[in-house]
């Protein structure tokens, strides 16, 4: 390996690095173009699962109305958009004076993911004026202004229970249609130029993907219990999967509401990463715990003056062969959630205050036990991916940070050494812990190396060069791949006036078949 590198610093290398180097003089960020189109939109496995991530709801429940729920989440959703469009949402701040860059905010609303042979695209749309709905196997189409007035929470949730209320059946292959968004990508853009390229398809289709978003009216009750984790595990596959054919996989975002109002998000990866929209969410659910709140029958506040528009069904027309590929979506899609493995730790027995006190970074602490754990389950160590949020440069992503060093197998091994006195193991829980804190510092800083050796791989893919070196290091699989999740951006509620609310979490599939995917908070 030390020979590869050698080699490749001082032959290849350089050539390649000088082309980087004129690329950086003309992009706005020599990384970004190229991770959205390589790691994300040239993929052709589905999206379910191996892409889309998911977010819960926070723990208290302030109504089981479905559609009250459904609608305030809405009508916060829609402030949120409108923040965005007049540029007057609060930034995120590192310690309320460094601002982060705000670009990836821009497909939020309005956008989606449309399926091509080679390399999908991303379409977003300056505006839109309603959302799709799905419930019990149809589509809808809900207005959401009248006479360019947004409509009040009150209106929305009627509106929505006219949907509830509806009686009509799916058409043939309406109820399963979602899971061609779940097959392989060339397949549903094949199936789409195909089977959706005129007439109601066509029409129908479009409702869809120029929505402002797509909402999901679940129809099973979801819910959390501390003393039955398994409560919450269903919750988590609700999202992250649904049912395989539920979930409009290719909008920017699905919102789960379920029969007993609790709500849950579902996020299509490549316009952002997962703080974007854990921002959004804590946005949302503070809005609605400090302003919209619910009538003591759990209805949204207010009276219904006139009547908004109906919700209007989307009507399908599908050929029998489309029919037949809706069938085989779905069982790939019931084949790709049987292979996941879905477990939700509720931990509360300390939390980051006690950490502290141990003189480590929380991070870095669940670091360490996340690399303790996968030893004693495999028993031996490997490639680790943790990410590391780029926005203090512009149209910043992530860059990787990997906490399998030096300091970490040392203590690790000395964990279940019964020869080691605690305070030596504690001495060396604090150095890994340290090294870890390092590296991701320098990761935030564009000191990390994962980014720059990719887009150096991308040149030697364009300009026909073959690199051991670069085979090598970008050819293992990351077995353990980890994130997690920040709290506390929007700065609507007050963690300590409202300790309960508290996400319950989210996550994401693993990228390896025999790797593990981790998201803390």
């Known amino acids: 390996m030390k020979q590869m590198t050698y080699e490749f610093q001082n032959g290849v290398?350089?050539?390649?690095?000088?082309?980087?180097?004129?690329?950086?003089?003309?992009?706005?960020?020599?990384?970004?173009?190229?991770?959205?189109?390589?790691?994300?939109?040239?993929?052709?496995?589905?999206?379910?699962?191996?892409?889309?991530?998911?977010?819960?709801?926070?723990?208290p429940l302030p109504t089981t109305n479905q559609v009250a729920r459904a609608a305030n989440f809405i009508y916060a959703a829609l402030t949120f958009r409108k923040l965005l469009n007049t540029q007057t949402l609060k930034p995120v701040t590192i310690q309320n004076f460094i601002p982060l860059c705000a670009w990836q905010y821009e497909r939020m609303f309005n956008t989606t993911r449309v399926p091509d042979v080679e390399k999908d695209r991303v379409v977003h749309l300056s505006d839109s004026q309603h959302i799709a709905v799905y419930h019990r196997g149809r589509y809808y189409k809900v207005m959401l202004y009248n006479n360019r007035r947004l409509l009040k929470p009150v209106e929305l949730q009627w509106?929505?229970?006219?949907?509830?209320?509806?009686?009509?059946?799916?058409?043939p292959g309406e109820h399963h249609l979602a899971a061609l968004t779940a097959n392989h990508?060339?397949?549903?853009?094949?199936?789409?130029?195909?089977?959706?390229?005129?007439?109601?398809?066509?029409?129908?289709?479009?409702?869809?993907?120029?929505?402002?978003?797509?909402?999901?009216?679940?129809?099973?009750?979801?819910?959390?219990?501390?003393?039955?984790?398994?409560?919450?595990?269903?919750f988590s596959q609700a999202v992250l999967h649904g049912k395989g054919y539920n979930l409009w996989l290719d909008?920017?975002?699905?919102?789960?509401?379920?029969?007993?109002g609790r709500l849950g998000c579902n996020c299509e990866h490549s316009w952002c990463d997962s703080p974007i929209m854990s921002h959004f969410w804590e946005f949302c659910i503070g809005m609605e715990v400090t302003q919209l709140k619910y009538t003591e029958d759990g209805n949204t506040v207010g009276e219904l003056e006139d009547l908004p528009p109906v919700p209007s069904r989307l009507k399908w027309d599908l050929h029998p062969?489309?029919?037949?590929?809706?069938?085989?979506?779905?069982?790939?899609?019931?084949?790709?959630?049987?292979?996941?493995?879905?477990?939700?730790l509720y931990h509360s027995d300390y939390g980051k205050n006690f950490i502290k006190k141990c003189k480590v970074s929380p991070d870095a602490f669940v670091q360490m036990v996340l690399q303790l754990a996968y030893y004693r389950d495999a028993g031996c160590f490997n490639?680790?991916?943790?990410?590391?949020?780029?926005?203090?440069?512009?149209?910043?992503?992530?860059?990787?940070?990997?906490?399998?060093?030096?300091?970490?197998?040392?203590?690790?091994?000395?964990?279940?050494?019964?020869?080691?006195?605690?305070?030596?193991?504690?001495?060396?829980?604090?150095?890994?812990?340290?090294?870890?804190?390092?590296?991701?510092?320098?990761?935030?800083?564009?000191?990390?190396?994962?980014?720059?050796?990719?887009?150096?791989?991308?040149?030697?893919?364009?300009?026909?060069?073959?690199?051991?070196?670069?085979?090598?290091?970008?050819?293992?699989?990351?077995?353990?791949?980890?994130?997690?999740?920040?709290?506390?951006?929007?700065?609507?509620?007050?963690?300590k006036k409202f300790p309960e609310y508290v996400c319950l979490g989210?996550?994401?599939?693993?990228?390896?078949?025999d790797g593990y995917g981790v998201s803390y908070e």
């Not at 992009?27 to 993929?43: A, C, Q």
């Not at 909008?251 to 007993?260: A, E, Y």
């Not at 926005?391 to 970490?408: A, C, D, H, I, Q």
């Not at 989210?506 to 078949?513: E, K, L, R, T, Y």
């Open 251 to 260: 909008k920017s975002f699905n919102i789960v509401v379920s029969k007993n």
């Open 383 to 495: 490639l680790t991916y943790e990410a590391a949020m780029m926005r203090l440069f512009r149209e910043g992503r992530t860059e990787t940070v990997r906490p399998v060093t030096m300091e970490s197998c040392d203590f690790v091994l000395s964990v279940d050494n019964p020869d080691l006195p605690a305070k030596e193991k504690l001495a060396l829980l604090q150095r890994a812990c340290q090294k870890h804190q390092e590296s991701y510092i320098n990761a935030m800083c564009g000191k990390g190396v994962d980014r720059h050796i990719f887009c150096l791989y991308v040149l030697s893919k364009h300009l026909d060069v073959k690199s051991p070196f670069l085979k090598e290091v970008l050819g293992e699989p990351w077995r353990l791949s980890t994130s997690q999740t920040p709290h506390n951006q929007a700065g609507i509620l007050d963690t």
């Open 321 to 344: 062969e489309c029919l037949d590929l809706v069938r085989s979506s779905t069982l790939i899609a019931s084949d790709i959630i049987a292979e996941v493995d879905l477990q939700v």
């Open 185 to 234: 990508r060339t397949v549903w853009a094949n199936a789409r130029t195909t089977y959706f390229n005129k007439g109601l398809n066509k029409a129908s289709l479009k409702a869809i993907e120029d929505a402002a978003f797509f909402l999901v009216l679940y129809d099973e009750e979801l819910d959390f219990d501390a003393n039955d984790p398994s409560k919450l595990n269903k």
């Open 159 to 171: 509106q929505l229970q006219q949907i509830l209320d509806d009686t009509s059946v799916p058409a």
């Open 506 to 513: 989210g996550g994401f599939g693993p990228v390896a078949n």
């Open 13 to 59: 290398g350089k050539k390649l690095q000088l082309y980087l180097w004129l690329k950086s003089w003309w992009s706005s960020n020599y990384v970004t173009d190229w991770w959205e189109d390589y790691v994300y939109l040239s993929g052709r496995a589905p999206l379910l699962v191996y892409s889309n991530c998911y977010g819960l709801d926070y723990m």
